[in-house]
């Protein structure tokens, strides 16, 4: 009976040090706790009811975002009727599970309902549409959404440094095309009208670097932070291709953009590999991937300003990337189909332990 007791108790400080059998490791929120980063991943809400979804979406993550149910199309189904079924469930699975939520988005060019775009509006109307629709959405979750991408990809793809062509800026745009970026500006006048408290915040996509894209971003953000806009961060989605990052460029990228004292969120991050009809990608690039996962991370805690990570879903069950690219990628996230962590979880997780330096 002794030896037994004794052997119990020297078996305990070897389970709490990990050397146990089936000891389970730190989820990636509770290791984002010493750094007080959030971690947080888009959720698509058909999948809540998922047991393996919505268990390892609560263990891991201490902050979320809708993928899509915030987006015009779903949010704003006809010009006078909002529709917040999907995007009150979302908040709801945060609230019980003491997870933040980012909003997005409320100013973009893609995935808006048709009576929006084919609506040939004047561009009063349109601003008087646009003001409605942020300052609705915005006070529906005033409180509940800490933080929203106000104006999503509003930079050219093709022209660098140029403003997108859009229904916003001048198709027929609510009235400030000559005037550059000013129509962002009220964008973000009236978020901030509707939830003084929201951290608002600029998203783009592909000026994760510093490059022409950012340059013009830089130069708008720091405009607006010189006049009092209130703009609180920018958001580099951070959706990888090819295997391919040129982090020294993404950590001097976000050096600058937090200078200007604003805080930089990693959106939307994923790592595209290619796959096989099957979906599935070779061995080798997973390691590969961990990699790019580590060392974003790591260049996100080596500037303070930079306050949150967030990869777009978690599982490769559910990634917009099969579609998006014809099913020749994929496997881009921290969790493969089966739920079962990936190298690029541990690695994600190692640089969360380790914390800020
Ligand atoms: C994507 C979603 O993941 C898909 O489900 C949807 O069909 C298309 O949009 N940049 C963004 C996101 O800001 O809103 C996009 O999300 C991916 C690219």
Not at 151 to 174: H, M
Request: proline share 4%.
């Amino acid at each position: 009976m002794k030896w037994r007791a004794l052997i119990f108790l020297l078996a305990i400080p070897a389970f709490c040090l990990g050397f146990g059998d089936g000891v389970r490791e730190h989820s990636l929120r509770e290791a984002a706790q010493a750094s007080g980063i959030l971690i947080g991943t888009a959720v698509r809400p058909a999948q809540l009811s998922e047991a393996a979804y919505a268990s390892t979406l609560a263990r891991e993550f201490n902050m979320l975002e809708p993928e899509d149910v915030l987006k015009w199309e779903v949010v704003h189904p006809e010009r006078e009727s909002f529709d917040f079924s999907q995007g009150d469930q979302i908040v709801d699975f945060a609230t019980r599970h003491g997870m933040k939520v980012r909003g997005h988005t409320l100013v973009w060019h893609q995935q808006n309902p048709k009576w929006l775009t084919e609506g040939k509006y004047t561009s009063s109307e349109l601003a008087q549409i646009l003001e409605k629709h942020i300052k609705t959405v915005v006070g529906h979750y005033r409180g509940k959404i800490f933080a929203w991408d106000v104006v999503n990809e509003a930079f050219d793809e093709l022209r660098p440094g140029k403003l997108r062509s859009t229904l916003w800026l001048n198709q027929p745009g609510i009235g400030l095309a000559a005037s550059g970026s000013s129509y962002i500006e009220r964008c973000f006048r009236w978020a901030h009208e509707a939830d003084p408290q929201a951290l608002l915040v600029y998203n783009e996509a592909g000026a994760e670097v510093v490059n022409p894209k950012s340059d013009a971003i830089y130069a708008m953000v720091r405009d607006f932070r010189q006049r009092g806009v209130p703009i609180d961060g920018v958001g580099f989605q951070m959706h990888i291709e090819n295997l391919r990052a040129d982090v020294a460029s993404i950590s001097a990228n976000i050096k600058r953009f937090t200078a200007l004292g604003v805080q930089v969120h990693i959106t939307e991050m994923d790592v595209a590999l290619p796959v096989d009809p099957n979906g599935n990608p070779r061995p080798e690039d997973l390691q590969q991937q961990a990699d790019i996962y580590r060392e974003v991370a790591n260049a996100c805690l080596s500037h303070p300003g930079c306050t949150a990570i967030q990869t777009w879903g978690f599982t490769d069950k559910y990634s917009w990337i099969g579609s998006h690219s014809k099913h020749t990628q994929g496997a881009a996230l921290l969790f493969d189909r089966s739920y079962a962590a990936k190298p690029a979880y541990a690695a994600l997780r190692d640089v969360l332990t380790t914390g800020r330096r």
